[in-house]
């Protein structure tokens, strides 16, 4: 229900630009942009996850912050398609340990190490409309909508051992476990941007996410600059 109320949105917001088409010239010479931003979203995240405190368990993490590229083309003064990029990392190498006394009276020291990783990447194409009518003034209000492809992929290897201290005896388990994840999406929502001088720009979008395969909903937002190359 959701997707269909987005579809609809999309098909009501392309309106204008049929009669775009008739009313306003084309550009006689177009323009391509590329950007570079922060991004935040249902599987990118500008934080780091903590771990919950304990004595018996050390670990070290990386962090890869969510960094989106983007390129795109200027059809037309109010309309441009762009492709976006968005990748981000994480890893965590961890180690524990405990010892306890088992049923049977027996002192069991237990530890365990091993490392985890995600990556993720979303990729995206979608089309900009500016609702602003005049591309020159400096503050523009645009709409944008298209599909992206969420790629996720978690692997996690590590050891764990028993030893039973009072019998002298040990037993390790080696674990090494792969979860790939895919997902559609619709995506729509507004941007804001603000142009310094004649090719540069800050842009922010804040868009509706609604995958294909699920009901359920989240948001994206994104902050950067592009620049607008080539003729004029």
């Known amino acids: 229900m959701i997707t269909s109320r987005l579809l609809v949105s999309s098909l009501l917001l392309s309106t204008p630009l049929i009669s775009l088409a008739q009313d306003n010239p084309a550009v006689a010479t177009p323009k391509f942009y590329a950007g570079l931003g922060l991004y935040s979203g249902s599987y990118h995240s500008l934080g780091r996850s903590k771990s919950p405190a304990s004595i018996t368990t050390s670990s070290t ?8 590229a983007t390129l795109g083309y200027q059809l037309r003064p109010r309309l441009a398609v762009q492709l976006g990029l968005v990748y981000s990392s994480r890893k965590n190498d961890f180690a524990s340990s405990d010892e306890y006394i088992d049923a049977n009276a027996d002192r069991i020291l237990f530890t365990s190490n091993g490392r985890s990783t995600l990556r993720h990447y979303t990729a995206s194409l979608q089309a900009r409309y500016a609702l602003t009518r005049k591309p ?9 909508g298209g599909l992206a492809y969420d790629h996720q992929y978690y692997r996690g290897v590590g050891s764990e051992e028993y030893t039973n201290v009072s019998q002298g005896t040990s037993t390790v388990t080696n674990r090494d476990a792969m979860f790939p994840y895919n997902e559609a999406s619709v995506v729509i929502g507004p941007s804001l941007r603000y142009r310094f001088g004649q090719r540069l720009e800050v842009v922010y979008d804040l868009l509706l996410n609604q995958p294909l395969n ?18 004029s």
Not at 61 to 68: I, K, R
Not at 136 to 144: G, P, S, T
């Open 136 to 144: 020159d003034r400096r503050f523009q209000v645009d709409v944008v």
């Open 61 to 68: 993490s990386t962090y890869q912050l969510p960094v989106q």
């Open 214 to 231: 699920r009901q359920s909903n989240s948001s994206s937002m994104a902050l950067g600059l592009r620049y607008c190359f080539g003729p």
